[in-house]
């Protein structure tokens, strides 16, 4: 079972946070959200407080973890708020179970690795590569490289497989954010019934502009 923080009442949403990051990553977020809906931020398998376990570590399994922790909650279907690799687990979790998401936003998501600018890209390429060589020899060095593994060769979606998300969908970055503005955009045209907010921030923008997040976030959640 995935290690979870829940707060608020009413309809669920659910809170997915990046690479290497763990629910805490919302701190921000759940007073303001919970006093509308019954907020649930998740540990991804392997981070934070949830168990590493034997399962594949790639973005469909978490999506697949996903599945199975709504369905220990007794939730049929919740709105999804992912971030950054949280934000490539609930494409994948729409795509694979659409009639499971209410309402979509993804903050900072990607489609493919290229979606990221290259300055920040090539470091994570060099070290999953040093932490290839190193988890050989020194076990300490494995969940470091699965971790840049996910960066280095997930997610692998095509802007057509997005044509399926008909759910209404908001993509939220930073106007500074380390994903392409150009890929963003691309997300968002991609979505039949997405739209695109750039806000004063980078990647962490939910972090370090949580007014104008949260405010973005609960207008497209709370409107009919």
Known sequence: MLHYIERGEGEPLILLHGNGED??????????????FRTIAVDTRGHGRSPRGDAPFTL??????LAAFMDALGLARAHLLGFSDGANIAMLFAL??????GKL???GGNLRPSGVRPAVQ??????????????????????KR?????MVREPKLRPSDLAALSMPA?????DRDMIRRSHTEQIARALPNGRLILLPGDHFVARGNPEAFNRAVLE???EN
């Open 96 to 101: 694979k179970n659409p009639v499971r998401v």
């Open 146 to 150: 699965e971790l840049l593994g996910l």
């Open 60 to 65: 469909s399994q978490f999506a697949d973890d």
């Open 220 to 222: 497209f959640l709370l």
């Open 170 to 174: 908001l993509v939220v970055a930073g």
């Open 23 to 36: 629910s805490g990553y919302f701190d921000r977020q759940m007073g303001p959200f919970s006093a509308h």
């Open 122 to 143: 090539l470091p994570i390429v060099l070290g999953y590569g040093l932490c290839a060589v190193l988890s050989k020899f020194d076990w300490r060095a494995v969940p």
């Open 105 to 107: 936003v993804l903050n």
